[in-house]
């Protein structure tokens, strides 16, 4: 079976030298749209926060999370959500047996890879084999910045209006 490029077909060297810029041109684009996609991942799966131990550590200022935002931690385990009744901190370990869950902002849902549970934004179970919604953790409001502790579970309905 003869291939395209057995078939000899007539290309002047200006042809060859169009192909080969255009080669290139389009391995640059797709060069640079890689780098800029995995700066972007990078970027959304580890927010800036500053730690300050014992399980506080600083988000960021309340402006800077619109309406609708879910806020990432993977490091911290943590979700910051601005909900409509407010800001709240949701532990993103599973209630089923300590799995690490995830965010899928298409769907905004919150699931667990280990065996499917999948809860709401608010840490409710949506799905088991989860039965306890995710636990919802301190956050309050230090000059003017966002603190989540970690070590300070509060009550499921907690907001933080600011
Ligand atoms: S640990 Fe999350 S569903 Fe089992």
Request: hydrophobic content about 40%; charged content about 25%.
């Amino acid at each position: 079976m003869p291939f395209v490029d057995d078939l000899r077909l007539p290309c002047d060297e200006d042809e060859l030298e169009r192909r080969r810029f255009l080669a290139l041109l389009g391995s640059g684009a797709l060069g640079l749209t890689a780098a800029g996609t995995a700066v972007v991942v990078a970027r959304y799966l580890e927010p800036d926060v500053l730690d300050e131990g014992d399980g506080r550590f600083e988000v960021g200022r309340p402006d800077a999370l619109p309406l609708g935002t879910v806020l990432v931690s993977r490091a911290r385990k943590v979700y910051v959500v601005h909900g409509p009744r407010g800001f709240y901190a949701l532990s993103a370990v599973c209630t089923h047996l300590g799995c690490v869950t995830g965010h899928e902002p298409g769907q905004d849902r919150i699931v667990c890879p280990c065996h499917g549970s999948t809860f709401d934004v608010t840490g409710r179970v949506t799905s088991g084999p989860a039965t306890t919604r995710l636990r919802r953790l301190s956050l309050t409001l230090r000059r003017g910045v966002l603190v989540v502790d970690t070590g300070q579970p509060v009550g499921d309905d907690t907001v933080l209006e600011v």
